[in-house]
């Protein structure tokens, strides 16, 4: 199904991290090539080593210099980045687009921009490179709110969705084995406290034996969470099951009965999208902008980040109160509806007519 017509498609050059990596902003690319007729892309950076990142910054740049004189069709260069290294990269294409008087957007999935900008010792530069687009789009009001804060003009600073795919309901995947299916897919670090979850259940091992059954899924970046759940005796309540995708991703989502993310900071998780289309309420952290979608009581469980005691204490109340599994995750389908594919194409093509008119 296109939702972004040819017509429009070739005029937009799309810029962003290959899509054999592994992540959110590689999420939102994937679904933009499955719903935008003839997706133009060119990948800026692959994970490895330094001159495999370096010879895919330089190709990319070359690839779209060659694009952007011989066409003359594009007039969009439409960047996926965030923050750190992904940011310098973005600054370089930025400034090539605009030398050939193109219309740029960025599109800023970074959770950590924050710590980035407040360590940088270009802060200005910085507000200068976003303010050379024409428009910056990002996740949420909050990280809105943030960007104009820090000087950029609000008049560019489009807020739009993430998207989610519609759920592939399978209810053959969850077995009603009397236990509390609890999901963490994310990648295994402290910034997403995947290690929070397991020291929260590690403390209270055996109020949570024979009742939770805990599926983690991500990329190890910091820390053995195998060794730790070995050494914690944790192997009859988690599971670690690597990165999750596809037909797996699928299969989790229907086995789950609650999902959980943690973490320190946040742009929009996907995977929270995700769980809450699948029906489910969500145990996450007033971080980012989840707060905006996540609302506690309602059709889920904020804690604070870091708060062990806090992550236990909301993983028992489902396990005590069942019946709000099943509300809380009625609650979600509906918050999610305007993340949907229809939805967020509506948007981003209005943003596109405003610029090819």
Request: glycine share 8%; with cysteine.
């Amino acid at each position: 199904m296109n939702l972004i017509s040819r017509n429009i498609s070739k005029r937009i050059l799309f810029l962003g991290v290959s899509k054999h990596t592994k992540g959110g902003m590689t999420a939102v690319l994937v679904s933009y090539d499955k719903y935008i007729d003839c997706m133009r892309f060119i990948p800026t950076w692959r994970l490895g080593n330094k001159l495999v990142k370096s010879w895919y910054a330089l190709q990319a740049l070359v690839r779209t210099a060659l694009l952007l004189t011989f066409d003359k069709r594009l007039k969009i260069v439409h960047i996926h980045g965030a923050a750190n290294a992904s940011f310098e990269r973005c600054k370089m294409f930025i400034s090539l687009a605009k030398r050939f008087k193109k219309k740029v957007i960025l599109h800023e999935h970074a959770a950590d921009f924050v710590e980035y900008y407040n360590q940088s010792n270009a802060k200005d530069e910085i507000t200068r490179d976003i303010n050379l687009c024409d428009c910056l789009i990002v996740l949420s009001q909050s990280w809105k709110k943030y960007f104009a804060s820090i000087g950029v003009d609000e008049d560019k600073i489009n807020v739009l969705n993430n998207i989610v795919s519609p759920p592939d309901l399978q209810p053959v995947y969850h077995t009603e084995d009397g236990k509390l299916h609890l999901l963490y897919m994310g990648e295994i670090s402290k910034r997403k406290g995947g290690f929070d979850l397991l020291r929260a259940i590690a403390e209270h091992r055996e109020q949570f034996d024979g009742k939770l059954l805990v599926r983690m899924g991500g990329n190890e970046v910091d820390g053995d969470i195998k060794a730790y759940i070995r050494e914690h005796h944790l192997e009859s309540i988690v599971s670690y099951e690597g990165w999750i995708a596809g037909q797996k991703k699928i299969e989790c989502l229907n086995w789950e009965d609650v999902y959980i993310l943690p973490s320190y900071n946040e742009g929009l998780p996907i995977a929270i999208l995700e769980a809450m289309a699948y029906h489910h309420p969500v145990i996450s952290t007033p971080v980012g902008g989840i707060p905006e979608i996540l609302k506690d009581g309602y059709n889920g469980t904020l804690v604070q980040p870091g708060d062990t005691e806090g992550i236990a204490n909301a993983i028992q109340h489902y396990i005590v109160n069942r019946e709000t599994i099943k509300s809380e995750g009625e609650q979600s389908f509906k918050v999610v509806q305007s993340f949907f594919p229809e939805s967020v194409f509506t948007s981003l093509k209005k943003i596109y007519n405003g610029f090819l008119e």
